[in-house]
């Protein structure tokens, strides 16, 4: 059984990343500082390694769809039109001709498609964080979706994990 000071700090792990919106890159140091500072304690240092895996991989995921979105919008969007479709009229007022609806329906699904991961992506953060949190709360092992494991668990870390499983499941 872990006591209730391993459970509460193995859930500080996996609630620091909520800390990037005050401290940048707080997701990474706080996982990171608990897994350094209690790596002699199994059951905390999985769930920091864990809750570090996970943010790394969203990390990387993002980093992948803004450079999708940055290629494909720049992509898009240089053929929504050029200097030769645009001139002012007598009012002064910025007039693009020659352009049906049609024409910027692709741009707008991509984008709309870019805006959906972005948003799926946020949601699925703030969600696994939160129930891993909880089920670090409650002694019991929590194994991130999506995750790659940059980090691995030592035998020690994994033995640990299963025992407390096994324990809390009977």
């Known amino acids: 059984m ?10 500080v792990a996996h609630l620091g990343a909520f800390s990037k ?4 890159l707080g997701n990474f140091l706080v996982p990171i500082f608990i897994w350094v500072l209690h790596k002699e304690k199994p059951f905390v240092s999985a769930h920091a390694k864990r809750s570090l895996n996970f943010q790394i991989s969203l ?7 803004a450079s999708i979105a940055i290629f494909g ?13 645009f001139y002012f009229s007598a009012g ?3 007039v693009i001709s020659n352009h049906s609806p049609l024409f910027t329906m692709p741009f707008m699904i ?7 991961l972005t948003i799926g992506l946020f949601f699925l953060e703030i969600l696994c964080v939160i129930n891993a949190a909880v ?9 991130y979706p999506l995750t790659i494991n940059f980090i ?18 009977l």
């Open 2 to 11: 872990q006591s209730i000071n391993q459970k509460t700090i193995s859930s």
């Open 21 to 24: 919106y005050f401290i940048p």
């Open 59 to 65: 990390f990387l995921y993002a980093s992948v769809l």
């Open 73 to 85: 919008l720049l992509t898009l969007g240089v053929n929504l039109g050029n200097l030769d479709q």
């Open 92 to 94: 002064n007022d910025l």
């Open 110 to 116: 991509f984008a709309g498609v870019v805006i959906i």
């Open 135 to 143: 089920r670090a709360c409650e002694g019991k092992a929590y194994r």
């Open 152 to 169: 691995q668990l030592t035998s020690e870390e994994q033995q640990d994990l299963q025992e407390e499983n096994f324990q809390t499941s």
